[in-house]
């Protein structure tokens, strides 16, 4: 039987809510033990926003957050769009 290859790209566009309790929870302390680079709102949107969509987690699923009401962030819409491309 024959194989076929293809390289499969996902474009995925969401639109997220966060209540000030997440990007209050990156402090000091949480960044010495999960992310040193994780410093500003947008990196903390980048973050957790990103994690939730790659890892279809809820907010309490991430290291840091798990105190934190999965209400605390959620995806308000999320769209996206996959393109296959054979490999010859």
């Known amino acids: 039987m024959a194989r076929r290859r293809y390289a499969i790209t996902v474009t995925i566009r969401a639109e997220m809510e966060f209540d000030d309790a997440v990007f209050a929870q990156v402090d000091e302390d949480w960044r010495r033990q999960f992310y040193r680079n994780v410093r500003t709102p947008d990196d903390v949107a980048e973050h957790v926003g990103g994690a939730m ?15 934190l009401p999965d209400s605390a962030a959620r ?3 999320e769209e996206w769009e996959a393109e296959a491309e054979p490999i010859r």
């Open 53 to 67: 969509i790659k890892l279809h987690s809820e907010l309490s699923g991430l290291d840091g957050f798990a105190d």
């Open 75 to 77: 995806i308000v819409k």
